[in-house]
């Protein structure tokens, strides 16, 4: 069974511009969770996607945004990147199950903003 | 979903057990309680959860205490590979999993 797939694995990219990451879940899965994580402020939640549709979001500016498509393969973008954007950024799919989410990470994708 | 504390780092002996504290005492009667772990680079890694009971898989032990205000990860006979940071989790909502600092766990040969 295939795990959980992040594309690309490195990304550099000027200030200003914008960025498009991609997930593709375990095959079954139907959400998706991003995450950035950061020396300073650790793993933090971005938002979760559940059969195409935003349920939960975590407190960060409009600039990071994602959608999920009917095959529950995810994207999310930022844009204006500012130097303060470098940091891994993670997904996790799940069975979403009521309570009980047991969530499988994918490598991440490194970006770094010069 | 509960504030978790966990002290920030512990050393363990090769081939000794690992007991990793969390205290979550704001946790609701029917929120889980989780464990991950993530080895350096890598994405987090899932080990156990539970809600009352004491739970055990391939990974580990989990021990929650009754009045559910604490719990213990246990790794029976650690190894060099174990060394990670351990993420202890209260609850979550809607695919959100709240990590704290977590605890680094060095494993010595």
């Known amino acids: 069974k295939a795990g959980v797939t992040q594309t690309p694995r490195y990304l550099i990219k000027t200030r200003g511009q914008q960025v498009t990451l991609s997930c593709s879940p375990i095959?079954?899965?139907?959400?998706v969770s991003w995450y950035q994580q950061t020396p300073g402020q650790g793993l933090q939640f971005l938002f979760e996607y559940f059969s195409e549709t935003q349920r939960n979001k975590g407190n960060f500016p409009g600039r990071f945004s994602g959608r999920q498509f009917s095959n529950s393969r995810s994207e999310m973008n930022v844009s204006t990147l500012e130097l303060g954007d470098s940091a891994l950024y993670l997904c996790?799919?799940?069975?979403?199950?009521?309570?009980?989410?047991?969530?499988?990470f994918g490598q991440g994708t490194r970006l770094t903003v010069v | 979903d509960a504030k978790t504390t966990q002290p920030p780092s512990m050393d363990c002996a090769e081939g000794r057990a690992a007991n990793l504290p969390c205290n979550h005492s704001?946790?609701?009667?029917?929120?889980?309680v989780y464990w991950y772990r993530q080895i350096h680079s890598q994405g987090p890694q899932y080990i156990i959860h539970g809600l009352k009971n004491n739970e055990t898989n391939e990974m580990a032990s989990l021990i929650i205490t009754e009045d559910r205000k604490s719990s213990t990860l246990i790794l029976p006979h650690a190894t060099l590979r174990d060394t990670a940071v351990y993420y202890c989790?209260?609850?979550?909502?809607?695919?959100?999993?709240?990590f704290g600092q977590g605890t680094i766990l060095t494993v010595h040969p």
């Open positions: 996790a799919s799940s069975l979403a199950q009521g309570q009980y989410t047991e969530a499988f």
């Open positions: 704001t946790i609701s009667g029917n929120e889980y």
């Open positions: 989790i209260g609850g979550t909502s809607y695919g959100k999993l709240t």
């Open positions: 095959s079954g899965h139907r959400s």
